[in-house]
């Protein structure tokens, strides 16, 4: 198994190190960690086992690979000596809106840098992550890459011009889906059920109608119309989002999150 080093111990380091541990790909004592001024580190080690780092020489001491898991606004406070201790390591980062130009310069005697996108749901093996790397990989290195990646669930490789983009559906799309579904519990509690009742019934019909679509070689827009009939209540309610411009702020949304990872890898 290779053994991991993680800069940064939040949400993100803590979804990916758990997804590891449940599929097997590595054991808690082959991942060490790194984390800032708050109790990140400690916590996370104390759920899972892992081994909290004492330096920056210990973090990368006997790593196989790094990854790089800080908030991106962190990335230029970065200990300086992270960049000459990366020296024929390989280094994978999570940080939205970091380019490999970026990472490369900073983690200048890499072997090679991978830049991903992962999102929280690989917390579960259910998650999507989008990677690119500097040069090609090795077989090694690879193995390395989808054992960190296929942890979390399914992986795409794409060109790093799509990643932007990426960002904004797969990484930034579960905060997207949780707002709607916190809309639509709060939605139904108005309509005078109470709220444990609203969430079996929202939570069941999102789980049930996602199962669906996945079960059939149908598309979104045919089921959706297996449901609807002229003058009926779900025509009412279609013609209300449409009226409201639902698709129209569902693309905004993405353009919103697209833009922003564009800032910040400037």
Do not use: W
Not at 56 to 76: N, S
């Amino acid at each position: 198994m290779a053994k991991l080093s993680f800069i940064g111990a939040g949400r993100m380091a803590g979804a990916i190190v758990r997804g590891l541990i449940r599929s097997g790909a590595c054991v808690p004592s082959d991942i060490k960690i790194i984390g800032g001024a708050n109790h990140s580190a400690k916590d996370l080690a104390k759920e899972t086992g892992v081994i909290i780092a004492t330096s920056a020489e210990d973090l990368f001491a006997g790593a196989d690979a790094v990854v790089v898991a800080c908030k991106p606004q962190q990335f230029p406070m970065l200990n300086e000596s992270y960049g000459k201790l990366s020296k024929e390591k390989l280094v994978l980062s999570v940080l939205a809106g970091k380019r490999l130009a970026t990472l490369t310069q900073f983690f200048n005697s890499a072997r090679n840098v991978v830049r991903t996108m992962p999102n929280t749901p690989g917390a579960i093996g259910k998650g999507v992550t989008a990677l690119c790397s500097a040069k090609t990989l090795t077989t090694g290195d690879r193995s390395i890459v989808e054992a960190i990646c296929n942890g979390l669930g399914t992986t795409l490789e794409i060109p790093e011009n799509m990643f932007d983009a990426v960002t904004a559906v797969s990484g930034s799309g579960p905060g997207f889906f949780f707002e709607t579904i916190s809309a639509y519990e709060e939605a139904a509690v108005e309509l005078g059920f109470t709220p444990a009742q609203a969430q079996l019934l929202v939570r069941q019909t999102f789980l049930g109608s996602l199962a669906l679509l996945q079960s059939t070689q149908e598309t979104p827009e045919n089921l959706r119309n297996q449901v609807t009939s002229p003058g009926g209540t779900t025509k009412a309610g279609l013609d209300a989002l449409t009226k409201n411009q639902f698709r129209e702020t569902i693309k905004a949304a993405l353009l919103a999150a697209k833009n922003r990872s564009e800032e910040l890898g400037k």
